[in-house]
Each structure stands twice: as structure tokens, then as C-alpha cells.
């Protein structure tokens, strides 16, 4: 199982990055795909979700109208628009993988967010 992000890196703050996550090692359509975030110090917070057919989303009230989540299952990968971006949106995101039965991370992406 695997779960690849990219698309991390540095931008100013107004700023645009779309991250993306490429999935294999399991059925990808199957699953509800997520991004969380983490900064040092603390707890590792969910920022966008996605159903495993992608007919619903959610967000954090800190990102919605910023951040655009999607999936394309014929590629079996995930992505995450972002928009407006903020210094306080400065993080480690990580790519998330859950069905009933398991529950796969990727290894994260640094986002900085800093002129």
C-alpha cells in the first residue's frame, strides 16, 4: 500500500498550490480519502474529505471557501486545490485512506506559506 503526495513547497501568502496524493496497493474506489495537516506541537487536524464516490465533501471552517477537494478513481488519486492561502496554513499535510477495515497514511507534504 502506498499513498504519494506532492505538491507541497513554497508560496506567498494569497497564494495557489494544488497537492496531489497517488494511491496504490488497494482498491482506491472503495475508500473515503481525507487530508489532514499537522504543525509541530500539535495534534494532526483534518482539513478535507472526500466519499469514496466523491458525491460528498467536508471541510474544516478554516479552509472552506479556500480549499477545493476532488478524486479521480480512474487514476486513483486525490487532490487539494488551495486557494487564498495563509501563513497560519503553514503545515505538513497528509494524504488519509479509510475504509471500514483499514486506515493507510501517506508520508506528508511541507506547505509553507511565508513571503
Known amino acids: 500500500v502506498q499513498l504519494v503526495e506532492s505538491g507541497g513547497g513554497l508560496v506567498q501568502p494569497g497564494g495557489s498550490l494544488r497537492l496531489s496524493c497517488a494511491a496504490s496497493g488497494f482498491t482506491f474506489r472503495w475508500y473515503d480519502m481525507s487530508w489532514y495537516r499537522q504543525v509541530p506541537g500539535k495534534e494532526r487536524e483534518l482539513v478535507a474529505a472526500?466519499?469514496?464516490?466523491?458525491?460528498?465533501?467536508n471541510y474544516a471552517d478554516s479552509v472552506k471557501g479556500r480549499f477545493t477537494i476532488s478524486r479521480d478513481n480512474a487514476k486513483e488519486t486525490v487532490y487539494l486545490q488551495m486557494n487564498s492561502l495563509k501563513p497560519e496554513d503553514t503545515a505538513v499535510y497528509y494524504c488519509n485512506a479509510r475504509s471500514y477495515f483499514n486506515n493507510y497514511w501517506g508520508q506528508g507534504t511541507q506547505v509553507t506559506v511565508s513571503s
Open positions: 472526500i466519499t469514496n464516490a466523491g458525491g460528498s465533501t
